[in-house]
């Protein structure tokens, strides 16, 4: 055992750049809740963070790259990725398929990469079932309906109808909120955004995630 005057040498690899596992940010929350914008500024502030590109087969629009905002794929060639086994959550909306490919996930799961996804309550349940360890989910909420029905009309895209309409569909979305891992409200973004990060930063540090702390607290050990 080391003595006092004669402490062991300290492991060449500091903790705060152990190798780690990464992990799938799941942000849900009802349209007009502010998800987008907490999961854009989450994008463009932390570099360890992508956005998970889905595969779909609805026609590529003007402006759009394929492979960023998503994998454009036929209708066969999303058959046969759907009987192969290649998502770990997909579904039909509104005539066209969209999923979620495994294989760019895990590669980059393995290496510390986290990836942030932007979909519903049921996609949840899918992807949760399939990589439960390392999905965390959060679920947003507004602080009110009538403050949720403010910022609808607010943003002057949707005709009164379609407000209509997502605010039924936004009380449906809100009864799914104990199946997920925690719930922030959304009455404030700066203090939203701020508990996302934490949560995030929070879940990366988990042991079951920290790949290498075997490594490192062997060398703590060694010799003790």
């Known amino acids: 055992m080391a003595s006092d005057t004669h402490p062991a040498p300290l492991p060449a690899v500091l903790p705060d750049t152990l190798q780690r596992r990464g992990l799938m940010l799941i942000l849900s929350s009802p349209s007009g809740a502010g ?22 087969t609805r026609p590529i629009r ?35 398929c969209y999923g979620t490919p495994k294989a760019e996930i895990r590669a980059g799961l393995k290496v510390g990469r986290d990836y942030l996804f932007d979909i519903d309550w049921q996609g949840t349940q899918q992807l949760h079932q399939k990589a439960q360890a390392d999905v965390v989910r959060v679920f ?3 602080p009110s309906l009538e403050e949720l029905h403010r910022r609808l009309v607010g943003r002057q895209t949707d005709s009164p109808d379609v407000i209509a309409a997502r605010m039924a569909r936004a009380q449906a979305e809100i009864s799914h909120w104990d199946g997920y891992d925690y719930v922030v409200i959304n009455d404030d973004v700066e203090t939203c955004f701020t508990k996302v990060r934490e949560i995030l930063e929070a879940e990366r540090m988990r042991r079951t995630r920290q790949t290498g702390l075997i490594d490192f607290v062997r060398e703590l050990t060694r010799g003790a």
């Not at 914008?37 to 779909?56: C, G, N």
């Not at 994998?71 to 579904?91: K, L, Y």
């Open 35 to 56: 998800k987008t914008t907490i999961a854009r500024r989450l994008l463009a502030e932390d570099d360890e963070v992508a956005m998970s590109v889905s595969a779909t």
């Open 62 to 96: 003007p402006g759009e790259r394929d492979g960023t905002d998503y994998h454009f794929v036929s209708e066969a060639e999303f058959d046969r990725m759907v009987q192969e086994n290649e998502f770990f959550e997909w579904a039909r909306v509104f005539g066209h």
């Open 140 to 142: 947003i909420l507004p």
